[in-house]
């Protein structure tokens, strides 16, 4: 591990490309000698767990990877799916989903559900004890079984595929992960939450000889036995990560570490 860093300089100006994106960020960094609460996100914490080094370069040094493009199909997904299911929280009925696939629930209906699910400016939250994070993230929907008054963790998922839609693929860690933060942040806010989660998978056909302005979805009910006990340490671990002035080892899979590598061979 190399000894940090070049400091920052404080006179910096934000650096803007033409595309938008920010190179160097000089707000929101992580300052180790403050007190008040620092927000971290549930998919910071995701990049924690993929490389310590880049969430590093992130929330301590105003470095963060360039964005990826936004995925207006799967966004349009969830905007549908949760319209549908804000119908059957207003009437406190089970969704045909879930009739169908003999899951007893109804979406839960709460004051701050609508605060829960915006990630941008609330999401659901928690100071992580022993620490100054404030672990934060917006969820897509929470049910309830009526009879026992758990709720559970809901995820819309989008795709397109020719085979079934399954939670085995290695990358799709991220989602397990995205369940188990979830259902720790809602047990801290004082609720019970079954260890069973559910995404709401949504599998588009493309199949058919027609497009026709139209697509359309097989879609699957996924449960997920979550386990979040990892989730305060993995928290604790990105803490003192950020308050180390020293640069963590990055990962060695990375395909944009392994460009920037070779292309500095060429550049410099
Ligand atoms: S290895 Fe990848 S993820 Fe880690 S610092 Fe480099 S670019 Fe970021």
Not at 207 to 210: E, L, M
């Given at each position: 591990m190399k000894n940090l860093i070049k400091h920052i300089d404080p006179a910096l100006e934000e650096i803007k490309s033409l595309s938008g994106y920010r190179p160097q960020r000089v707000r929101n960094l992580y300052d180790p000698l403050a007190i008040k609460p620092f927000k971290v996100s549930r998919s910071k914490l995701e990049l924690f767990l993929k490389c310590a080094r880049c969430f590093y370069l992130d929330r301590r040094l105003g470095v963060a990877q360039p964005p990826g493009y936004p995925f207006s199909l799967n966004n349009a997904v969830d905007s549908l799916l949760k319209k549908e299911f804000d119908g059957y929280r207003t009437e406190q009925k089970t969704h045909p989903i879930c009739l169908v696939n003999g899951v007893e629930v109804v979406p839960f209906s709460h004051p701050d559900i609508d605060k829960w699910r915006d990630s941008l400016h609330a999401g659901i939250q928690c100071i992580v004890p022993n620490t100054n994070i404030m672990l934060y993230g917006g969820l897509d929907d929470v049910w309830i079984n009526?009879?026992?008054n758990e709720l559970m963790v809901v995820d819309y998922k989008a795709t397109s595929k020719a085979t079934a839609v399954t939670l085995d693929a290695p990358w799709q860690i991220g989602y397990k992960h995205q369940a188990e933060i979830y259902q720790w942040l809602l047990r801290k806010n004082g609720f019970i939450v079954s260890n069973t989660a559910y995404f709401v998978y949504c599998n588009g056909k493309a199949?058919?000889?027609?497009f026709d302005g139209r697509l359309s979805f097989d879609i699957s009910l996924l449960p997920y036995e979550g386990d979040a006990a990892w989730v305060e340490s993995a928290v604790m671990n990105a803490y003192n990560c950020l308050r180390s002035d020293v640069m963590p080892s990055g990962s060695e899979s990375c395909d944009y570490c392994l460009y920037l590598k070779a292309a500095q061979k060429h550049i410099l």
């Open positions: 009526p009879k026992t199949d058919g000889n027609n």
